[in-house]
């Protein structure tokens, strides 16, 4: 199972981008994909969740300007993110809780490479 992010990029302050992450390989389904993002000399931080059931979670610093999202035929997850500030600059990533076979069940995690979202003031 391999996740590939990407739809990082330059932007200015008020401005929007779309992350994308795709999912490749052989598995059952994909229970939780997240978002988190990880900014010079910061932990990295849960921007964005949502679940095989479509339930989306945020953290308060995104809440209204984020989007997590998904399209099932292509095991491809979004994240729209608007009204950019300076403060979303950093790498993000994708991440997945994998049923990779149901029976016997195994649920593997994934990381996707980061992809690098810069929003200049």
């Known amino acids: 199972v391999q996740l590939q992010a990407s739809g990082g990029g330059l932007v200015q302050a008020g401005g929007s981008l779309r992350l994308s992450c795709a999912v490749s390989?052989?598995?059952?389904?994909?229970?939780?994909m997240n978002w988190y993002r990880q900014a010079p000399g910061k932990q990295r931080e849960l921007v964005a969740t949502?679940?095989?059931?479509?339930?989306?979670t945020y953290a308060d610093s995104v809440k209204g300007r984020f989007t997590i999202s998904t399209n099932n035929a292509k095991n491809t997850k979004y994240l729209q993110m608007d009204s950019l500030r300076p403060e979303d600059t950093a790498s993000y990533y994708c991440n997945a809780l994998v049923v990779v076979t149901i029976f016997p069940y195994r649920e593997d995690e994934y990381w996707g490479q980061g992809t690098q979202v810069t929003v200049s003031s």
């Open positions: 390989g052989s598995f059952s389904n994909i229970n939780v």
């Open positions: 949502i679940t095989k059931s479509g339930v989306t």
